[in-house]
């Protein structure tokens, strides 16, 4: 069984996110990567309580994954949040920060692994196509 990393993104603009979502699909069929993708709306609230969640004692959904620091970076005074969930090998978070054009409005929460174990995830932004993804925060598993 191959390891399985899970990749946020996340934004207040659901049309921000569904274009950096279209780019990202276009650089997986390039690179020969299939992940499972998930799109869906949230309430900051409900999000925030799947954040807190224990991944291991809920319902298989993808969304316990997320971390609060992505969810209070997205957070817009209360306004529907938009999630994209993918899971697959581990090169896709890496893969969507250095091949995939962002949008600043979006974030994007990518597990750091070591050896394929889960160590923690860092919470990305977008800051243009000189400087790429800026990480925003970065958390080990050791310290949760």
Same mark, same amino acid.
């Given at each position: ?5 899970? %990749?946020?993104?996340? =934004? ?19 690179? &020969?990567?299939? /992940? ?6 949230? @309430? /900051? ?13 809920? @319902?298989?959904?993808?969304? /316990? ?19 994209? &969930? ?5 090169? %896709? ?10 949008? /600043?409005?979006?974030?994007?929460? =990518?597990?750091?692994? =070591? ?7 860092? %919470?990305?932004?977008?800051? &243009?196509? %000189? ?8 958390? @080990?598993?050791?310290?949760?």
């Amino acid at each position: 069984m191959r390891p399985t990393a899970h %990749v946020h993104l996340l =934004s207040a603009d659901r049309n921000a996110l569904l274009d950096v979502v279209e780019r990202a699909e276009t650089t997986f069929l390039e690179f &020969g990567v299939a /992940p499972e993708r998930r799109t869906t709306a949230v @309430d /900051p609230e409900t999000a925030r309580q799947y954040a807190t969640a224990d991944p291991a004692t809920t @319902d298989g959904a993808w969304l /316990p994954y997320l971390s609060t620091a992505t969810v209070d970076a997205a957070a817009e005074d209360g306004a529907d949040l938009h999630h994209a &969930g993918i899971t697959g090998m581990t090169v %896709v978070g890496r893969l969507l920060r250095e091949e995939v054009e962002g949008h /600043p409005a979006v974030y994007l929460q =990518s597990d750091d692994r =070591s050896a394929g174990v889960r160590t923690g995830y860092a %919470v990305y932004r977008y800051a &243009g196509p %000189v400087r790429g993804y800026e990480c925003l925060h970065r958390q @080990d598993d050791a310290a949760l």
